[in-house]
């Protein structure tokens, strides 16, 4: 989640005025915060999900489905349960921030998909092409929107999707990072096997996934920062939008060889010089002055002047607006969460039970990697390549993925010894020690503190970066290819042999993994070709890419039989896991 403020927001003309103000002492609080946790240690894993959805109403007479405004309703009768709701966080003034920071209105374009009786060229009919009633009308006509694309031009189209997100509390720094890394090749693969956004704006897209609408719906670099002008008065060319993919490893792990490292990502010289000279090592000090070098787009009034030594809200302001498929967090203040993992690309399924199966996969492989010691690592340029690949129509089948060949660290492979990476004994929730050995010394719960084997004499290969991944298919980075890469499913497998898991869960365990590899091998449909095929096999369908309001509403209707477990869908969902039955 985002930093969760309240007070009266600036407008860009005055919040730009604080920029340097809030960077400055947000790195002073990051510091602070630094300099008292970063030898914190021995925290127990915790992990939540966190998922996002919207409001709905139907008109069964009109046969219309579309968005509720009931959200503060809802929210008031909700806060009497949880009193951490906020039901309005500044969206309006970082709407308008992020379109005059980047001089002008987002242009989103997402290819269409081109159906048989789809008009060629498609010029989108429903684009006030001629209307000159607000400045920016003529952006669309001028060539911000592209022929034969979807065009969508305001931050609602983008920060309007849901997804899923899973967080998980890790031993110490040290292991955040660590779990950090090796979680951003899997980034792209996941967003691909959870696709879900094929329509958009009555349409359907060529795409299967929210990730660059997204991405486009925030962009506030200027022309300058985009590389469409010389720079001038910005002091950065920034190669991506403040949402996207991450640009780089973090772990001092000796798995993380510079090589890694192979895009351009700036980052503020100041900063990191800053942090360096505070202690902070190379790597983490170059990832903050990257984060740092966009703009806080929302400031709120009261919160300009802070204490830094017990508030970090100047710090999660750039933090927190790093939109990126993973966030590496530091423990705020004053609680007693550690460091922490954020995992962000997935998108948030039509059910509980597929929501529940991708998060208990995520946090599974997770502890697959840290109990195996895998290595994961390719270039950031592959992953980026991957993210692309991750988007395309029915990318699961259609794209092969840059994957690592063999994930075992060099020698005998041994998993992690029960031992803790802590000098002492991480201790429960409760304050006693974590129960570790359960029947024939298998674990009695998923853990952190899996401490860090030795660096290898061979550790380091000798040839070159790109001899260490190829192109795969997911069914093969799924279920294994050769020898040397047994597959993420087996790895997990694998995995679960070494806990001491009862009947009942391990039932419910199994429906969720077969769920994931069932989704791989394509004899479950993905909900982004579920969604898509129903449009297309629609009686009222015409074959030119339009989605009526008729198809629409009946869309929604079979999604919310879905859930209601009244319908069934055998190519989407197995029988046995339609919900609510």
């Not at 991506?240 to 490292?261: F, G, H, T």
């Not at 050995?437 to 061979?458: I, S, T």
Request: proline residues 7%; negative net charge.
């Amino acid at each position: 989640m985002g930093l969760l403020s309240l007070g009266t927001p600036l407008a860009w003309d005055e919040a730009k005025q604080y920029a340097d103000h809030v960077r400055t002492h947000g790195i002073t609080q990051l510091l602070h915060i630094w300099d008292r946790l970063k030898d914190r240690c021995g925290d127990e894993l915790l992990w939540g999900d966190e998922i996002e959805y919207m409001v709905a109403s139907f008109d069964s007479q009109e046969k219309h489905a579309k968005l509720s405004l009931r959200q503060t309703e809802i929210l008031a009768k909700l806060q009497a349960i949880v009193n951490d709701i906020a039901s309005d966080r500044g969206e309006s003034t970082l709407t308008a921030n992020i379109r005059r920071r980047r001089g002008s209105k987002v242009a989103i374009n997402l290819p269409l998909y081109i159906d048989t009786h789809t008009p060629r060229p498609f010029v989108d009919p429903t684009i006030p092409w001629q209307r000159n009633i607000y400045p920016e009308d003529s952006e669309a006509k001028q060539g911000a929107a592209l022929l034969d694309h979807i065009y969508m031009d305001a931050m609602g189209f983008g920060m309007g999707c849901s997804c899923l997100q899973i967080t998980f509390q890790a031993c110490n720094i040290a292991e955040a990072r660590r779990l950090y890394d090796a979680l951003i090749p899997i980034a792209p693969l996941m967003l691909a096997l959870s696709a879900a956004s094929p329509l958009w704006r009555g349409y359907i897209a060529d795409v299967d996934s929210r990730w660059d609408v997204v991405s486009a719906s925030v962009d506030d670099r200027t022309e300058e920062e985009r590389g469409l002008k010389p720079l001038n008065e910005n002091r950065f060319r920034i190669p991506k939008s403040r949402y996207a993919s991450v640009s780089l490893y973090i772990s001092e792990y000796w798995m993380n060889q510079p090589a890694y490292n192979d895009i351009d990502a700036p980052h503020d010289p100041a900063i990191f010089e800053r942090l360096r000279n505070h202690g902070v090592d190379d790597l983490l000090s170059r990832h903050f002055a990257h984060l740092f070098i966009r703009d806080p787009i929302v400031i709120f009034s009261e919160s300009i002047d802070q204490d830094d030594a017990i508030n970090n809200d100047h710090f999660e302001n750039i933090q927190s607006t790093n939109w990126q498929t993973l966030r590496f967090k530091p423990p705020p203040t004053n609680s007693p969460i550690g460091w922490r993992v954020e995992f962000r690309p997935m998108e948030v399924q039509l059910t509980d039970f597929e929501n529940a199966a991708f998060s208990v996969f995520i946090v599974l492989l997770s502890r697959a990697i840290l109990h195996f010691n895998l290595n994961t690592y390719i270039p950031i340029s592959k992953v980026d390549e991957n993210m692309a690949r991750a988007q395309k129509r029915d990318a699961v089948h259609s794209q092969k993925f840059y994957f690592r060949k063999g994930v075992f660290p060099p020698g005998p492979s041994q998993p992690s010894s029960a031992a803790s990476s802590c000098p002492s004994t991480p201790v429960s929730e409760h304050g006693g020690p974590i129960l570790v050995n359960g029947v024939n010394g298998k674990e009695k719960k998923l853990r952190n503190c899996y401490p860090l084997p030795p660096k290898p004499e061979d550790a380091v290969p000798a040839g070159a970066v790109e001899d260490e991944y190829e192109e795969m298919s997911m069914v093969e980075i799924m279920n294994g290819k050769g020898s040397s890469f047994p597959g993420l499913l087996n790895l997990v497998y694998s995995y679960l042999e070494t806990l001491d898991v009862d009947e009942k869960s391990a039932r419910q365990i199994e429906e969720y993994l077969d769920l994931i590899r069932r989704r791989t091998d394509g004899s479950l449909r993905t909900a982004a070709s579920w969604i898509r095929n129903f449009v297309r096999s629609h009686p009222a369908y015409k074959f030119d890419s339009v989605v009526s309001e008729e198809i629409n509403y009946d869309l929604m209707v079979a999604v919310d039989e879905i859930e209601r477990g009244l319908r069934k869908v055998p190519d989407f969902l197995p029988a046995q896991n339609c919900p609510r039955q």
